[in-house]
């Protein structure tokens, strides 16, 4: 069932991104743009190329307010009703109001929650979890909708998920043998980001219904309870996407010079071969180095592309860049060989980077406290 829906008709050409709990850092302006990101736990990020404009459409189901105290419908178009109310919001600029209702996401009281619903003996460490997954789920959410709200012909469509089927889980993670005390009624969404008819970007989660509203407790389809982490695992990463840049031939450029009103055809100037991260004179190893295709089809009055390449995702350990090591520097390589493109990153960057996990490094060491308090 679609929420809402985008239009316009600015036809400017973007880069639009999608993450959950990332924050982009900085670029580098040579062939190979580079965004480097914080994450907690278990992130989304998703790349797509859209134009950006404004959003329209809106629904009466969108006028629940952020101070509502009465129940919404514990059903499917319960959900769309809360959920439609933040996107009117963010998409209207009215970001206290919004920021109250994707508060109205979480748990209200995890800590009790998850004392009524589980074994004592799990539900301090299903606490500490809970803090740590939302940490800035609110954030997200938001700039997911503000990326919406900026897409030319870009809507926001949500409908039901089926339970999951099988037990495979991502690499990492292993199902949980921690249940409820009781049953609980979970409620599955998928949301697709969709451009002109096209979804360009899809995921899912997971939620209770409390107190009259849904609460987020879930990436994917299954509730976080539902997996663990396997030995090894990490729960927060660093990851540095680098995507090659996009730029437009001569024979294009010389052809617009007589004709203003045609568009310009881009190619993707390389592809992505590899990167070193050193932090000093040492280099880091990635948890996870990962070279990604990207393909991109773009038809419109400005732009005309289609094309594809490698992007370049490798993940570090929350510590990789941190004010010990000085220098901190990117090797980037290109499938065409040579010499890298070097990028050293400035001390306001290092810094940056590693103020992007005070949250996260306060939310484990407040989640210990309450543990260790908890015990008899």
Known sequence: MALLSASGACGR?????????????????????????????IGIFLMLIGTACG??????????????????????????????????????????????????????????????????AEASNLTVRYQQLTLDYGGSVAKTIRNACETDGGEIVVSHANSPAGTKLASGFRLSATRPLAELPLFRFRFALRVHGTDTASWAETFVYDQGLFRFVGSGTRAFWEWEEEAGAHPAVFAIYVMPKAKEGFGSALGRSF?????????????????????????????????????????N????????TYKGVYLYSPDAVNPA???????????????PTVKAFEEKTVQHVWADFDAFRKAQLAGTQEASAAKP
């Open 325 to 339: 090591c000085g220098q901190v520097k990117l090797e980037i390589y290109s499938s065409t060989g040579g010499e």
């Open 259 to 299: 004709n203003v009103n045609s568009a310009a055809k881009l190619k993707f100037k390389t592809d992505f071969q590899k990167m070193r991260l050193f932090c000093g004179d040492k280099e880091v190893q990635p948890i996870h180095p990962g070279k990604v295709p990207v393909m991109v089809s773009v038809r």
């Open 13 to 41: 050409r973007n880069i639009i991104r999608i993450s959950r709990y990332a924050l982009p850092i900085m670029n580098i302006t040579k062939n190979l743009s580079v965004n480097l990101y914080g994450r907690s736990l």
């Open 55 to 120: 959003l329209g459409g809106e629904s009466a189901a969108a006028q629940i307010s952020a101070d509502q105290t009465v129940a919404i419908a514990e059903s499917d178009e319960g959900f769309q009703m809360q959920f439609n109310a933040i996107v009117r919001a963010g998409c209207s600029g009215e970001t206290e109001i919004q920021a109250k209702q994707l508060e109205q996401l979480r748990l209200p009281d995890a800590a009790a929650w998850f004392g009524q619903n589980f074994d004592p």
């Open 301 to 308: 009055r400005a732009v005309k592309m289609e094309d594809s």
